[in-house]
């Protein structure tokens, strides 16, 4: 009698983590699929995901000084089409909005359109370094994207990676996206070359109040449509995936613990 209950026990667990896996595989299919340390034997590789900047930057952050900025640059669209490059990619540098408005105002309004521009594509590399990556290639000038004379160094103490230019050495405070062929970093300073500022920018001791990031709010009433929803939807994306591993991982011990019950 005891024996029956325990095998009747087993195949009702047994029919429940099937049921399970085929609840939790079904939906998610792709995103296993796109995990390439999951699908070694799928032959095809996956193309890689496409990403829009603009998207990207507005949901994230707040970034939205420097979406401003690359913007009325039309800075967006090398950046962009780098990053539709599969063979090289692109990473990114973005200072977050307190990282501008702690700079003095005249700083930027200062430059000339070529210096702006240069200034931003100063920001990016055209090609895709993971975090990793960069702890081999620290103590050796990069060439950014906008061109020989504008390098950057980078450094990794002990895990914490800052982005070397003449005037300011941020720290990469976060890692914002990161899959190949496209790279975003946050940062909390603006990088700031001795090509374009001869001498140190003056930095105010304050961060700037609230009217002088109005830069940032003119793009703001176009974008509030969308932004919360994409916002909820990646955040969604993510934990249902982290969830979904949760699960499997869960099954995975449920499974052997059933096997080791048996024998
Ligand atoms: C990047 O790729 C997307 C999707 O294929 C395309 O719609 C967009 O025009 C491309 N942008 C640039 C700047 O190449
Ligand atoms: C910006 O330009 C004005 C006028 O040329 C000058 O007085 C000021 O010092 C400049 N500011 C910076 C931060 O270079
Ligand atoms: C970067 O490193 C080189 C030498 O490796 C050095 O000459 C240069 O001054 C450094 N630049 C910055 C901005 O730290
Ligand atoms: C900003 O720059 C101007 C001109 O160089 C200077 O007079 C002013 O004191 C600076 N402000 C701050 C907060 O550093």
């Known amino acids: 009698m005891k024996m029956e209950t325990m095998s009747l026990k087993m195949m009702i667990f047994a029919a429940t983590i099937t049921i399970l896996i085929l ?3 079904s939906p998610t299919n792709a995103q296993i699929a796109a995990a390439p340390s999951l699908s070694p034997s799928l032959a095809p ?11 990207l930057l507005s949901v994230a952050g707040p970034f939205q000084t420097f979406l401003n900025y690359i913007t009325q640059t039309k800075v967006i669209q090398s950046f962009q089409n780098q990053a539709n490059d599969t063979k090289q990619g692109l990473t990114l540098f973005v200072p977050k909005d307190s ?8 700083t930027l ?22 975090l990793s990556d960069f702890k081999s290639l620290t103590d050796t000038p990069l060439n950014t994207f906008a ?11 002990t895990g914490l990676i800052r982005v070397h230019s003449d005037w300011s050495s941020p720290k990469i405070s976060s890692s914002v996206y990161s899959t190949y062929p496209v790279a975003v970093y946050e940062l909390d300073q603006v ?7 001869s001498t140190t920018p003056l930095v105010a001791l304050a961060p700037a109040p609230a009217p002088d ?11 509030s449509g969308s932004s919360p929803k994409s916002a909820e939807s ?7 995936y982290a969830v979904c591993i949760g699960v499997l991982n869960y099954l995975v011990l449920a499974v052997s613990g059933g096997f080791m019950l048996m024998l």
């Open 23 to 25: 609840a939790t595989t």
């Open 45 to 55: 590789a996956p193309a890689p995901p496409f990403v829009n900047l603009a998207n």
């Open 99 to 106: 990282a501008f408005s702690s700079l003095n105002q005249s």
């Open 109 to 130: 309004s200062n430059l000339t359109s070529d210096q702006l521009k240069s200034l931003l594509l100063f920001h990016a590399f055209p090609k895709y370094y993971s």
């Open 147 to 157: 061109g020989g004379l504008y390098t950057l160094n980078l450094t990794d103490a």
């Open 191 to 197: 990088l700031l070359p001795q090509s374009i500022f």
């Open 213 to 223: 990031i109005s830069p940032a709010s003119d793009l703001a009433p176009s974008l």
């Open 234 to 240: 990646v955040n969604n994306e993510s934990s249902a």
